[in-house]
């Protein structure tokens, strides 16, 4: 099925480079504000957010089953509420109005009047989160782990390869990117042979991860297919899921991440749909063993999304620290949605899915800086001089994302957050 607005031969009348992130094949949704209007839900053009209250205002959406309620609001919601092919037909609507061949000039004026650029807005967490979920997909990352922590010889725990493993997150500590995030204190114990002690954290990590973003799913009892999964998908977002890894090490038998998790989650503000996705899709890895028939799958289920982290210190350039790719992941997006349904358990509207850390298969890929700098034995080198372990007081991270092929570059923007000295 080719979606009209995924057309790599369509143009735009707004302006933008080339090599764009945002050409009119992406059109990605978020939330922002100016400094006279209220929170709205936005999609982005080149260094444009179209409006989209005021061109439903204009009447342009009157056929289509939004109101125009569902566009002035604090979060994306309510215009999810509408489901997968309602989206689909607004963003086809978007691309129609934003193409070239678009050439009555009313709708242009009007168009013009609901085009703002980047600079003038503010953006703002898109989702209201009900529920976080995050998984532990990537292979790479889950065996650096297991060398590291536990056995090299078993670096994987039995489960692993037959379950998309995951916890369940916290959703209030989810926050968008340039907010800010405090390094937290808690138990640690700096010196195993002692007992614990109360501090701040010595290790706070990120994590690169992506988020994906669900419609409403089915009634609780029910399972959501991995042939039906990608239907309950809105789209996906850059995700640092930061991490305490001292504070994590000492309170995780035996029921898992807790306090060193919760402290912040860090997401991008643009949500790229699934469906601008498509051209992206692409062949996942070989699972073995064969995985139970709940969570087998057809066609092409992983993305292409080319991935990078960097690290800015104020007196000191940024420094990129690892290059991945969410193609590494071994359990898929729709894998992971089957899992989490199969026992009956109910997806809402707006909940979040962590992908667990996207590691790949070369040291410079690896997904956090446990693994970069290798329990602190390797530390990475930056432009200053000084070195990274984990990350220090007021550095700040930044993950970036993006597809390209036949010459259409979409892309994620980027999460980005300063890590500021606990209170
Ligand atoms: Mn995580």
Same mark, same amino acid.
């Given at each position: 099925?080719?979606?009209?607005?995924?057309?790599?031969?369509?143009?735009? *009348?707004?302006?933008?480079?080339?090599?764009?992130?945002?050409?009119?094949?992406?059109?990605?949704?978020?939330?922002?504000?100016?400094?006279?209007?209220?929170?709205?839900?936005?999609?982005?053009?080149?260094?444009?957010?179209?409006?989209?209250?005021?061109?439903?205002?204009?009447?342009?959406?009157?056929?289509?089953?939004?109101?125009?309620?569902?566009?002035?609001?604090?979060?994306?919601?309510?215009?999810?509420?509408?489901?997968?092919?309602?989206?689909?037909?607004?963003?086809?609507?978007?691309?129609?109005?934003?193409?070239?061949?678009?050439?009555?000039?009313?709708?242009?004026?009007?168009?013009?009047?609901?085009?703002?650029?980047?600079?003038?807005?503010?953006?703002?967490?898109?989702?209201?989160?009900?529920?976080?979920?995050?998984?532990?997909?990537?292979?790479?990352?889950?065996?650096?782990?297991?060398?590291?922590?536990?056995?090299?010889?078993?670096?994987?725990?039995?489960?692993?390869?037959?379950?998309?493993?995951?916890?369940?997150?916290?959703?209030?500590?989810?926050?968008?990117?340039?907010?800010?995030?405090?390094?937290?204190?808690?138990?640690?114990?700096?010196?195993? $042979?002692?007992?614990?002690?109360?501090?701040?954290?010595?290790?706070?990590?990120?994590?690169?991860?992506?988020?994906?973003?669900?419609?409403?799913?089915?009634?609780?009892?029910?399972?959501?297919?991995?042939?039906?999964?990608?239907?309950?998908?809105?789209?996906?977002?850059?995700?640092?899921?930061?991490?305490?890894?001292?504070?994590?090490?000492?309170?995780?038998?035996?029921?898992?991440?807790?306090?060193?998790?919760?402290?912040?989650?860090?997401?991008?503000? *643009?949500?790229?749909?699934?469906?601008?996705?498509?051209?992206?899709?692409?062949?996942?890895?070989?699972?073995?063993?064969?995985?139970?028939?709940?969570?087998?799958?057809?066609?092409?289920?992983?993305?292409?999304?080319?991935?990078?982290?960097?690290?800015?210190?104020?007196?000191?350039?940024?420094?990129?620290?690892?290059?991945?790719?969410?193609?590494?992941?071994?359990?898929?997006?729709?894998?992971?949605?089957?899992?989490?349904?199969?026992?009956?358990?109910?997806?809402?509207?707006?909940?979040?899915?962590?992908?667990?850390?996207?590691?790949?298969?070369?040291?410079?890929?690896?997904?956090?800086?446990?693994?970069?700098?290798?329990?602190?034995?390797?530390?990475?080198?930056?432009?200053?001089?000084?070195?990274?372990?984990?990350?220090?007081?007021?550095?700040?991270?930044?993950?970036?994302?993006?597809?390209? $092929?036949?010459?259409?570059?979409?892309?994620?923007?980027?999460?980005?957050?300063?890590?500021?000295?606990?209170?």
């Amino acid at each position: 099925m080719q979606i009209p607005a995924n057309n790599p031969a369509l143009q735009s *009348w707004v302006p933008y480079a080339t090599d764009t992130e945002f050409p009119i094949q992406n059109l990605p949704f978020g939330i922002f504000e100016t400094q006279t209007s209220s929170k709205r839900v936005g999609v982005r053009i080149g260094d444009f957010v179209l409006d989209l209250f005021q061109i439903s205002n204009f009447g342009y959406f009157s056929d289509l089953c939004f109101s125009t309620q569902d566009f002035e609001q604090p979060f994306l919601n309510p215009m999810m509420r509408h489901g997968k092919l309602a989206i689909r037909e607004l963003r086809n609507r978007i691309s129609a109005l934003l193409s070239k061949d678009n050439n009555s000039f009313q709708i242009r004026k009007n168009e013009h009047q609901a085009l703002i650029p980047i600079t003038e807005i503010q953006m703002s967490l898109p989702v209201q989160i009900g529920d976080y979920t995050d998984f532990y997909s990537s292979k790479e990352h889950a065996t650096n782990v297991g060398v590291m922590f536990r056995d090299p010889a078993n670096a994987l725990l039995p489960n692993w390869l037959w379950i998309p493993v995951g916890y369940h997150g916290r959703a209030s500590s989810v926050i968008a990117s340039e907010h800010p995030v405090v390094r937290p204190k808690g138990q640690i114990k700096p010196d195993d $042979n002692a007992a614990p002690i109360f501090a701040p954290s010595r290790q706070v990590d990120f994590e690169l991860e992506m988020g994906f973003v669900t419609f409403d799913g089915k009634a609780l009892g029910e399972s959501i297919s991995t042939s039906e999964a990608e239907e309950f998908i809105f789209g996906l977002c850059l995700f640092n899921d930061w991490s305490a890894r001292d504070i994590q090490k000492w309170e995780y038998v035996p029921l898992g991440p807790f306090l060193a998790k919760n402290f912040a989650s860090s997401m991008s503000c *643009w949500i790229v749909t699934l469906d601008a996705l498509q051209p992206f899709a692409c062949a996942t890895p070989t699972q073995d063993p064969e995985v139970l028939s709940y969570l087998k799958f057809e066609g092409n289920k992983s993305y292409d999304i080319q991935l990078e982290v960097a690290i800015e210190a104020p007196a000191c350039k940024e420094q990129v620290v690892s290059r991945s790719n969410f193609k590494y992941m071994y359990w898929n997006m729709s894998q992971q949605l089957a899992h989490h349904t199969v026992n009956g358990c109910n997806v809402r509207c707006g909940d979040l899915m962590g992908s667990g850390t996207i590691s790949g298969p070369t040291p410079d890929s690896y997904g956090s800086m446990l693994e970069l700098a290798w329990k602190g034995t390797k530390p990475i080198q930056m432009p200053d001089g000084s070195e990274r372990r984990f990350i220090q007081d007021y550095d700040t991270v930044i993950m970036r994302g993006h597809c390209e $092929n036949n010459g259409i570059k979409i892309g994620f923007g980027e999460v980005k957050s300063q890590l500021l000295p606990a209170n």
